[in-house]
């Protein structure tokens, strides 16, 4: 464990524990700088990427740190908030059954931000006596390496950014919706061009649109339990939460192949050919991405960050007037409705105006960012790279979002971190497929 300041802008803060986890290298006589390991989110067990990343190729020269965020995981005091999984998230009653939580274990939510994750993990390499070492961040974790290296800049030596977020903005800006039409019309298009696909599922795009335009007119509606009251509760669903819900599908990684089959499926059952269950319906409006680190995020601490980071900065009249001219591409941050109610209710306060500002640095940076990714648009990584003036960025072709799982970008971030200065060699990207293998789901056929 780490002890730190709860709140280093208060004298008399309590100390909290961070869980830190080293796996030291398996080549001791050869090791070099240590890698540091952060997830993503907000609110993903760090020590969960362990399993990812304790193999021979990221071992064999290096130390692993993994570390469980502060107020995450087996980290003490930890917030999990697990009824802001549901649906009704954005509910006042499942709201402030969190910040009760927050008061019951006696957490000041203004010690809970990127920021002061940033100032632990700087305190840990000092405590650790590293004098260097080298940083993978996956999505939310890409903003919090950002911003390491910005408060410690001297004992970082590179970043490898897996589906970067930017610091200068927030991660709700109309980035999101242009890049959910791009990825979209990207699989029109692959599915158009591909022969497999294009005989199964015909007239892909108008039929997605015509599903969107039925929407439009008869909004779904679904009977969702109340986690607090334990009462159903109707929940409409809009055309763009359908977009964002299949964007979602699609952008990441298992399971972007899927998505004509579902549209297909989806039109049929809005032109009556087919009718699909309430459990089928449920699955296709739920408003999360199908991660399988979904039911282990600890929602507390996401909700601080949201609170302190995000909400305060935000024009949102501008930019519902914004969205409202690219339905059905009009979605919102699948959270948003989450923080724009809590905020009022968090007292959380809010981060300096500086932790904003664009990071530059001139240390070697390698960016990775999926073809398919709809939850980190490439915008946001290409605003990540204007600023650092020595970047590797790579374009993984039919991936979507975390993509520490595919054979050719894992080879690329441990070959990048045994010799981040060296050249590295992008000819598995050219092998690799250029568009997905799109499920081809058969008809069943009823026999009498």
């Known amino acids: 464990m780490l002890s730190v300041k709860e709140n280093r802008q208060d004298a008399n803060s309590r100390v909290i524990d961070v869980f830190v986890v080293v796996l030291k290298a398996l080549n001791v006589s050869r090791s070099a700088e240590p890698t540091i390991f952060l997830h993503g989110g907000h609110g993903n067990i760090g020590t969960q990427l362990i399993d990812k990343f304790d193999t021979e190729a990221f071992r064999r020269n290096h130390d692993l740190v993994f ?47 990127t920021r002061q994750s940033a100032l632990d993990l700087k305190e840990l390499r000092e405590s650790l006596g590293i004098s260097r070492w080298s940083v993978y961040g996956v999505s939310y974790g890409t903003r919090l390496a950002l911003d390491l290296m910005r408060v410690d800049p001297d004992g970082t030596a590179c970043l490898v950014l897996d589906s970067p977020m930017s610091t200068s903005d927030p991660n709700n800006t109309t980035d999101i919706n242009l890049n959910m039409k791009r990825v979209f019309d990207l699989m029109f298009s692959d599915c158009a061009a591909q022969d497999s696909c294009k005989a199964a599922y015909p007239d892909l795009e108008q039929k997605f649109y015509a599903i969107t335009d039925y929407i439009k007119q008869n909004p779904i509606v679904l009977q969702v339990k109340n986690p607090v009251t334990g009462m159903m509760t109707p929940l409409i669903r809009s055309s763009d939460d359908y977009t964002e819900r299949i964007g979602n599908i699609i952008g990441s990684e298992n399971y972007g192949r899927s998505g004509p089959f579902r549209i297909h499926k989806m039109y049929k059952h809005v032109t009556g050919q087919s009718v699909m269950t309430s459990q089928e319906m449920n699955t296709y409006f739920a408003n ?82 999926g073809t398919y990714d709809t939850l980190t648009p490439k915008a946001w990584a290409d605003k990540v790279a204007r600023t650092l003036s020595n970047v590797t960025f790579v374009s993984v072709p039919a991936a979507g979002h975390a993509l520490f799982d595919l054979t050719c970008p894992r080879s690329l971030m441990a070959a990048f971190l045994d010799n981040p200065a060296g050249h590295l060699d992008l000819f598995c990207i050219s092998a690799m497929p250029q568009v997905p293998d799109f499920q081809i789901e058969q008809e069943k056929t009823r026999h009498s």
């Open 67 to 113: 570390f469980d965020q502060r107020g995450i995981g087996k980290s003490s005091p930890s917030i999990l908030c697990k009824n802001l999984n549901s649906l009704l998230k954005a509910d006042p009653l499942v709201i402030q059954e969190c910040l009760n939580e927050f008061v019951n274990a006696g957490v000041d939510i203004q010690g809970y931000d």
């Open 288 to 369: 999360r991405d199908p991660s399988t680190f979904d039911e282990s995020v600890f929602w507390g601490i996401a909700l601080s960050v949201y609170c302190r980071e995000i909400y305060p900065i935000m024009d949102f009249r501008a930019l519902d007037a914004s969205r409202d001219a690219l339905s059905p591409f009009g979605i919102h941050h699948q959270d948003e409705a989450l923080w724009r109610s809590a905020y009022p209710l968090a007292n959380s306060g809010k981060i300096e105006k500086e932790f904003w500002e664009p990071v530059s640095s001139n240390k070697p940076v390698l960016i990775l960012s």
